[in-house]
């Protein structure tokens, strides 16, 4: 046998070997996984502005505003709840007000404790709302060292309600952060303000 024709077999073997490798092997499937039925409806994002806007009181006190900017990408939103945090040491005086994102919007909750640096605030409407606007408004002063930096981010518990579903349609939440421009003195220790909680 010549070395051209050993050749020839061996590659036939390996060729061979190779498809019934190919037609034995079991096949997968090919799977098309659904994303869980509340996550296909989540498609509302909120957003803090991080550029606040200064004011001055008629008492002279400097305070800044910040808007909550939501979008609802097709959602019909019925409520907002904000679960948020603030750095107690930096900014203080803290308010949450309705914005115009809502017509005739009915405040469900509204809880600010100043001294832990927390706000629960939540509002919502008769019917759903599609679109983008501002759902509230932030007010605070600044107290912190000039130049520092500081956030108000969102907590975990910060949900969106729409006429599609009776879960959150929340799909992402992104935190202001800016720079303290003015240092106020520290106010004396208050109680903790805001409307006894409501459900949502």
Known sequence: MSTRTLILIIILLGVTALLLYIALAPKKDKVTKELPAAARYMKTTLAISSSP??????AGAESFSTNVEISTGGNKVTAVQL???FDPDKLTDLKV????????SIELRNEVDN???TVSYALGSQSGVSGQGVVATL????IGKVGDLTKIEFLPKTQVTSEETD???LKSATPAAFKIETSATPPAPQAETGSPAAGF
Do not use: D, H, I
């Open 53 to 58: 806007t200064a004011a001055t009181s008629a």
């Open 83 to 85: 679960e948020l945090s």
């Open 97 to 104: 007000e309705p914005g115009p994102f809502f017509t005739n």
């Open 115 to 117: 001294q832990k640096g």
């Open 139 to 142: 007010t605070f002063r600044e």
């Open 167 to 169: 879960q959150s349609v």
